[in-house]
């Protein structure tokens, strides 16, 4: 009993700290110096200590000083308690939707077996998705309870959006629900063992589909209409400063590691490195006994799952600094005329296989 | 005023922009509508993925290992530490160019005066020796100066040019702005290239 709170603890810990404490100040550094080596610039590097510049990851810790001593500001007229309560609804799913996704396999230390996942919930994929849902009340409310224009216009660009790519990001999933027959996360993870049973060699049209769906759920370049700043200054989020602006904005790049994790699970074989099995990987760390061989093996579990993760990372930022930004219109077409079709079609395809496969 | 001073053209390096033997036109498509390829997208997306990917790769390796010698890719110039250099048509700060005695070239006659379409310049003659005229006060408004040149075109002594200066511009009081003579003063030496530049240009001799 005392164990397994210690292990949840432990658990919660590690992904708070590498969430909030690493992912999103390194993230913002990232999109900054990411764009500027992309584009042939320098990017930021002039916020130094005593001269060292650290190619400009002081800037994060001056962003932070910066928005803790700013004013929070309430526009007069705004709705106070739905103004304030906005980027809580958003930040907070962003970071609960890490709770299921697993980060590593199972391994028994002390003679208590440990779970590399903070809930083990069996609807998994589901329960991402009912966050994911959750996130577009933040947005909304923050757009309806700001009164501005722009952050209601904001809003209205915002709900339309995100309530259709959420039909059609749920059946992109189908596919791969069918293929492993769960919707358990760790189950997921664990049949993709064999390198050749990895998601994207058995979904390749899906995992593009899922891709973009996640991508325009999360509001990022090339789907960003509801904040195009060229248009709606900031959008939904016109009206906030200070730390609910930054909630708005860690919520933002905590679902981007969100939806790398879920990419890695559902289809880059999750927490395995490719032709290595579990059991390979305790046979390997033989020599430091049992307890020892068990915590190598999840330690090179959590370095392949967030090194995976990294690498998703680095690909929507890659996809937000190429694409240009799609206009409303070809943003619903995209949506209701080409992925929801051609995910009924995935589903179908694969429901075919299926069945003459295992006849 | 110090930063002027300082401020030395010829020990910074790197050029900007693209050689002018190296712009070829490109191909422009006149059809507007998209084939059926560029209509599935994903291989599109993919070409420009492909684009930017080969961009990030070739900087990041110029960022871990600097080539040696070569010029590099990024156009960005680190401003205060190193600047660019300029081109002997860049129009900054008039100057008034300095006899190698140290006295000024400009011999009153007003042309400037007359011609500053913002009235920034106000000289007041005198004379000298036998009858060498010579502006006793030379005044020019750089709250007023619109750097269009009309002044160094006029000129028949080549007495004021516009220099590659353009630091050290920003006063905190008005009254730093009215440059008076000894301030407007440069050698003959800094302002070789411009001086050249509007013989080229401006063809003095076909008068």
Same mark, same amino acid.
């Given at each position: 009993?005392?164990?397994?709170?210690?292990?949840?603890?432990?658990?919660?810990?590690?992904?708070?700290?590498?969430?909030?404490?690493?992912?999103?100040?390194?993230?913002?550094?990232?999109?900054?110096?990411?764009?500027?080596?992309?584009?042939?610039?320098?990017?930021?590097?002039?916020?130094?200590?005593?001269?060292?510049?650290?190619?400009?990851?002081?800037?994060?810790?001056?962003?932070?000083?910066?928005?803790?001593?700013?004013?929070?500001?309430?526009?007069?007229?705004?709705?106070?308690?739905?103004?304030?309560?906005?980027?809580?609804?958003? $930040?907070?799913?962003?970071?609960?939707?890490?709770?299921?996704?697993?980060?590593?396999g199972?391994?028994?230390?002390?003679?208590?077996?440990?779970?590399?996942?903070?809930?083990? $919930?069996?609807?998994?994929?589901?329960f991402?998705?009912?966050?994911?849902?959750?996130?577009?009340?933040?947005?909304?409310?923050?757009?309806?309870?700001?009164?501005?224009?722009?952050?209601?216009?904001?809003?209205?660009?915002?709900?339309?959006?995100?309530?259709s790519?959420?039909?059609?990001?749920?059946?992109?999933?189908?596919?791969?629900?069918?293929?492993?027959?769960?919707?358990?996360?760790?189950?997921?993870?664990?049949?993709?063992?064999?390198?050749?049973?990895?998601?994207?060699?058995?979904?390749?049209?899906?995992?593009?589909?899922?891709?973009?769906?996640?991508?325009?759920?999360?509001?990022?370049?090339?789907?960003?209409?509801?904040?195009?700043?060229?248009?709606?200054?900031?959008?939904?989020?016109?009206?906030?400063?200070?730390?609910?602006?930054?909630?708005?904005?860690?919520?933002?790049?905590?679902?981007?590691?969100?939806?790398?994790?879920?990419?890695?699970?559902?289809?880059?074989?999750?927490?395995? $490195?490719?032709?290595?099995?579990?059991?390979?990987?305790?046979?390997?760390?033989?020599?430091?006994?049992?307890?020892?061989?068990?915590?190598?093996?999840?330690?090179?579990?959590?370095?392949?799952?967030?090194?995976?993760?990294?690498?998703?990372?680095?690909?929507?930022?890659?996809?937000?600094?190429?694409?240009?930004?799609?206009?409303?219109?070809?943003?619903?077409?995209?949506?209701?005329?080409?992925?929801?079709?051609?995910?009924?079609?995935?589903? $179908?395809?694969?429901?075919?296989?299926?069945?003459?496969?295992?006849? | 005023?110090?930063?002027?001073?300082? %401020?030395?053209?010829?020990?910074?390096?790197?050029?900007?922009?693209?050689?002018?033997?190296?712009?070829?036109?490109?191909?422009v498509?006149?059809r507007?509508?998209?084939?059926?390829w560029?209509?599935?997208?994903?291989?599109?997306?993919?070409?420009?993925?492909?684009?930017?990917?080969?961009? %990030?790769?070739?900087?990041?390796?110029? %960022?871990?290992?600097?080539? *040696?010698?070569?010029?590099? *890719?990024? %156009?960005?110039?680190?401003?205060?530490?190193?600047?660019?250099?300029?081109?002997?048509a860049?129009?900054?700060?008039?100057?008034?160019v300095?006899?190698?005695?140290?006295?000024?070239?400009?011999?009153?006659?007003?042309?400037?005066?007359?011609i500053?379409?913002?009235?920034?310049?106000?000289?007041?003659?005198?004379?000298?020796?036998?009858?060498?005229?010579?502006p006793?006060?030379?005044?020019l408004?750089?709250?007023?100066?619109?750097?269009?040149?009309?002044?160094?075109?006029v000129?028949?002594?080549?007495?004021?040019?516009?220099?590659?200066?353009?630091?050290?511009?920003?006063?905190?009081?008005?009254?730093?702005?009215?440059?008076?003579?000894?301030r407007?003063?440069?050698?003959?030496?800094?302002?070789?290239?411009? =001086?050249e530049? =509007?013989r080229? =240009?401006?063809?003095?001799?076909?008068?």
């Amino acid at each position: 009993m005392v164990a397994d709170l210690i292990e949840s603890l432990a658990k919660i810990i590690f992904i708070f700290t590498i969430n909030l404490g690493f992912f999103a100040p390194v993230l913002g550094w990232v999109e900054r110096k990411q764009s500027a080596v992309m584009q042939d610039r320098i990017g930021a590097n002039r916020a130094d200590i005593f001269g060292f510049t650290v190619i400009g990851l002081f800037h994060s810790l001056a962003d932070a000083i910066k928005v803790l001593t700013k004013e929070d500001f309430i526009p007069a007229g705004a709705n106070k308690f739905f103004h304030t309560i906005a980027p809580f609804i958003s $930040l907070v799913p962003a970071i609960a939707a890490f709770s299921v996704v697993p980060f590593g396999g199972k391994y028994t230390i002390f003679g208590h077996e440990v779970h590399l996942v903070i809930a083990d $919930l069996d609807v998994g994929i589901l329960f991402v998705f009912a966050l994911a849902s959750l996130a577009t009340f933040g947005v909304v409310l923050g757009g309806w309870a700001s009164r501005s224009n722009w952050s209601l216009l904001g809003g209205l660009r915002a709900s339309a959006q995100m309530l259709s790519y959420e039909v059609a990001m749920g059946l992109t999933i189908i596919g791969i629900v069918m293929v492993f027959g769960s919707l358990k996360l760790t189950e997921i993870g664990a049949m993709q063992e064999n390198f050749f049973r990895w998601g994207i060699f058995l979904q390749p049209v899906g995992f593009i589909l899922f891709l973009t769906c996640a991508i325009a759920e999360n509001k990022r370049v090339p789907f960003d209409i509801p904040e195009a700043e060229s248009e709606l200054v900031a959008g939904y989020f016109t009206e906030y400063s200070g730390l609910k602006f930054v909630m708005f904005w860690m919520g933002e790049f905590l679902e981007i590691v969100t939806i790398s994790a879920i990419l890695t699970t559902l289809f880059f074989g999750a927490w395995h $490195l490719p032709f290595v099995t579990d059991a390979m990987l305790l046979g390997f760390f033989q020599f430091a006994g049992p307890n020892g061989a068990a915590i190598l093996a999840m330690l090179v579990n959590i370095v392949t799952f967030f090194g995976k993760v990294v690498f998703f990372i680095w690909l929507q930022m890659s996809i937000r600094w190429t694409l240009p930004r799609f206009r409303y219109d070809q943003i619903m077409r995209l949506c209701w005329k080409m992925i929801l079709p051609l995910s009924l079609v995935n589903i $179908l395809v694969t429901g075919l296989v299926l069945l003459l496969w295992t006849r | 005023m110090d930063a002027m001073k300082d %401020f030395d053209p010829t020990k910074n390096h790197p050029m900007v922009g693209v050689p002018l033997d190296k712009l070829k036109p490109k191909p422009v498509r006149k059809r507007l509508d998209l084939t059926l390829w560029e209509k599935v997208y994903v291989p599109e997306v993919l070409r420009g993925l492909g684009i930017t990917t080969k961009h %990030f790769a070739s900087n990041m390796l110029g %960022f871990i290992v600097p080539p *040696k010698g070569k010029k590099r *890719k990024v %156009f960005t110039v680190y401003y205060p530490e190193e600047q660019v250099v300029l081109p002997a048509a860049y129009r900054g700060r008039p100057v008034l160019v300095m006899k190698p005695d140290g006295t000024e070239k400009c011999v009153a006659c007003g042309l400037c005066e007359k011609i500053c379409p913002a009235n920034a310049i106000s000289i007041v003659a005198a004379e000298r020796g036998e009858a060498e005229r010579y502006p006793e006060s030379y005044i020019l408004d750089m709250s007023r100066c619109v750097y269009c040149g009309y002044c160094e075109e006029v000129c028949p002594k080549e007495a004021i040019v516009m220099s590659s200066e353009y630091q050290g511009l920003a006063e905190r009081e008005r009254s730093q702005l009215l440059y008076s003579k000894e301030r407007l003063l440069r050698s003959e030496e800094s302002v070789r290239g411009r =001086i050249e530049y =509007i013989r080229r =240009i401006y063809s003095k001799c076909n008068y």
